[in-house]
């Protein structure tokens, strides 16, 4: 799962019209990206859900690496400014984290934040390291 990180300024400087055709374009690279590998909603504000078959860690580490680079090359572009698309992200993987969705939602959920807290615009995979640090929202 992933939040766009200062989405609010998007709406304060350029409008809510704006700011929704910004999350439509957020919504269509993610789409385009992952493609027929899985299903992507955005789940509300500005934070977007997307489930992906990956084999193990790395694949979906590259990934998101691969969403990272698209979002780069494809910024909004509003009144001739191109807005860089920036988020944080948090993944958790079935079966090592969770077998089951709701555990797995939490524990992405818990990797977004950890990257929230530390400076935004990356990604996190969950880790039994969150679990013992006690880390959540």
Not at 6 to 24: A, M, P, R, W
Not at 57 to 84: C, G
Not at 114 to 127: A, M, P, Q, T, V
Request: hydrophobic content about 35%; proline content about 2%.
């Amino acid at each position: 799962m992933f939040d766009l990180d200062d989405f609010k300024s998007v709406n304060d400087t350029f409008g809510h019209q704006t700011g929704d055709e910004y999350l439509k374009h957020v919504g269509e690279v993610l789409k385009e990206t992952i493609g027929d590998d899985g299903l992507a909603a955005r789940v509300g504000g500005d934070e977007f859900f997307a489930y992906v078959h990956c084999k193990n860690e790395a694949e979906l580490k590259q990934l998101i690496l691969r969403l990272m680079k698209r979002f780069e090359k494809s910024p909004y572009w509003a009144e001739n400014i191109p807005l860089e698309i920036r988020f944080s992200l948090g993944a958790s993987c079935y079966p090592h984290h969770g077998d089951k969705l709701e555990t797995l939602i939490h524990k992405a959920d818990q990797a977004m934040y950890k990257i929230k807290r530390n400076g935004k615009n990356d990604f996190y995979i969950w880790n039994e390291e969150l679990e013992t640090s006690g880390s959540s929202r």
